[in-house]
């Protein structure tokens, strides 16, 4: 957490490539969404996918293998000492698999794999499907691969305007304390994917971390770069998922503990406040923060998309009733019953 931290969500292209989002889910959370004008963003862990945050490790780990090695063997002509400590330590290979690893290990340490009380933050996320790139029927009615989810009885699909959800996201930024807040689109690949390609201000700060620890540098990269690792770990996605061309807010809210150590190095430093954490409680549930709650906003719902199901026409007199006649509502003709 820095002082300057500053959101990634304001990307004016995400807009304009992605100007509505598809939000899938069922009649409950319809309904809750609709009466609390919020958002739930749930703890990454979880999530349905095992991979998340975890599956850069590999791929980031040979990026920066290969950009290490050519680092040691550019450094070593001039320092006779770091040529010898090489040479002890099994040569340029060797020490850049350990730097690479080393450092990648470093990172995870510090944000998602320490204590809770200790650990950088932990992302909440909510997923949107993108459907800008697909045919106008999905735009119109739908994912199939999503309403199977909901089986006979069905689910709705919120279509959100992107632009104004920006805008939102600006405004819960400034009420409340967050470590990072991204709205971008997740990139797919898997752990053999080269991420140099998808994310390459990341591996471009790391090589530069590593370049100038080589140098003797003990200062050699300030908080930014590691924004860059948070959106690396929290925006790649396994290719399996693909076909849900996902965008994502990934909120990691502050913590007391961050907040007391920024206050030990500045008691004059001013705080927002902090952002509620709920819990699962006897009922289960998932650990989740509530996007907007408190800020007196309308969501800004384009229309509705009434799921296939045994019993269709119940489900959009149940969204008509929630929503009355101000929002479109439509049926989804996707030929399906789970």
Same mark, same amino acid.
């Given at each position: 957490?820095?002082?300057?931290?500053?959101?990634?969500?304001?990307?004016?292209?995400?807009?304009?490539?992605?100007?509505?989002?598809?939000?899938?889910?069922?009649?409950?959370?319809?309904?809750?969404?609709?009466?609390?004008?919020?958002?739930?963003?749930?703890?990454?862990?979880?999530?349905?996918?095992?991979?998340?945050?975890?599956?850069?490790?590999?791929?980031?780990?040979?990026?920066?293998?290969?950009?290490?090695?050519?680092?040691?063997?550019?450094?070593?002509?001039?320092?006779?000492?770091?040529?010898?400590?090489?040479?002890?330590? $099994?040569?340029?290979?060797?020490?850049?698999?350990? *730097?690479?690893?080393? /450092? +990648?290990?470093? &990172?995870?340490?510090?944000?998602? #794999?320490?204590?809770?009380?200790?650990?950088?933050?932990?992302?909440?996320?909510?997923?949107?499907?993108?459907?800008?790139?697909?045919?106008?029927?999905?735009?119109?009615?739908?994912?199939?691969?999503?309403?199977?989810?909901?089986?006979?009885?069905?689910?709705?699909?919120?279509?959100?305007?992107?632009?104004?959800?920006?805008?939102?996201?600006?405004?819960?930024?400034?009420?409340?304390?967050?470590?990072?807040?991204?709205?971008?689109?997740?990139?797919? $690949?898997?752990?053999?994917?080269?991420?140099?390609? *998808?994310?390459?201000? /990341? +591996?471009?700060? &790391?090589?530069?971390?590593?370049? #100038?620890?080589?140098?003797?540098?003990?200062?050699?990269?300030?908080?930014?770069?590691?924004?860059?690792?948070?959106?690396?770990?929290?925006?790649?996605?396994?290719?399996?998922?693909?076909?849900?061309?996902?965008?994502?807010?990934?909120?990691?809210?502050?913590?007391?503990?961050?907040?007391?150590?920024?206050?030990?190095?500045?008691?004059?430093?001013?705080?927002?406040?902090?952002?509620?954490?709920?819990?699962?409680?006897?009922?289960?549930?998932?650990?989740?923060?509530?996007?907007?709650?408190?800020?007196?906003?309308?969501?800004?719902?384009?229309?509705?998309?009434?799921?296939?199901?045994?019993?269709?026409?119940?489900?959009?007199?149940?969204?008509?009733?929630?929503?009355?006649?101000?929002?479109?509502?439509?049926?989804?003709?996707?030929?399906?019953?789970?």
């Amino acid at each position: 957490m820095t002082k300057d931290n500053q959101p990634k969500f304001d990307n004016p292209s995400l807009a304009v490539d992605h100007p509505e989002l598809h939000h899938y889910t069922t009649g409950g959370g319809l309904a809750g969404i609709l009466a609390s004008n919020t958002l739930w963003a749930t703890h990454f862990s979880d999530l349905n996918d095992s991979s998340e945050v975890k599956l850069i490790q590999a791929p980031l780990k040979e990026a920066l293998t290969a950009r290490c090695k050519r680092l040691v063997i550019e450094h070593q002509p001039r320092n006779l000492a770091h040529m010898n400590n090489v040479r002890k330590l $099994g040569g340029p290979e060797k020490v850049a698999d350990n *730097l690479a690893q080393g /450092l +990648v290990n470093a &990172l995870y340490q510090v944000t998602f #794999e320490s204590d809770e009380e200790k650990r950088f933050g932990a992302p909440f996320i909510t997923s949107f499907c993108s459907h800008a790139a697909d045919q106008p029927y999905e735009r119109g009615h739908g994912l199939l691969s999503q309403w199977r989810g909901y089986g006979r009885d069905g689910g709705y699909c919120i279509v959100f305007d992107t632009g104004k959800l920006i805008e939102l996201l600006s405004l819960e930024f400034s009420a409340f304390d967050y470590v990072h807040l991204d709205f971008s689109t997740a990139r797919y $690949g898997d752990k053999n994917d080269d991420v140099s390609l *998808l994310f390459p201000e /990341l +591996v471009q700060w &790391l090589e530069h971390f590593v370049s #100038e620890t080589l140098k003797g540098n003990k200062e050699p990269s300030g908080g930014k770069g590691l924004g860059e690792f948070l959106t690396g770990a929290t925006m790649f996605k396994h290719r399996g998922f693909h076909e849900e061309r996902e965008v994502r807010i990934v909120a990691m809210p502050g913590s007391k503990e961050l907040q007391a150590q920024m206050l030990h190095e500045d008691e004059q430093l001013k705080l927002r406040p902090l952002k509620p954490i709920d819990f699962p409680d006897e009922r289960g549930g998932k650990r989740h923060i509530s996007l907007f709650q408190g800020l007196e906003i309308t969501l800004p719902i384009k229309r509705i998309i009434v799921g296939p199901s045994r019993d269709q026409q119940g489900n959009v007199s149940k969204a008509r009733d929630l929503l009355g006649s101000n929002i479109s509502i439509s049926e989804s003709e996707t030929p399906f019953i789970g």
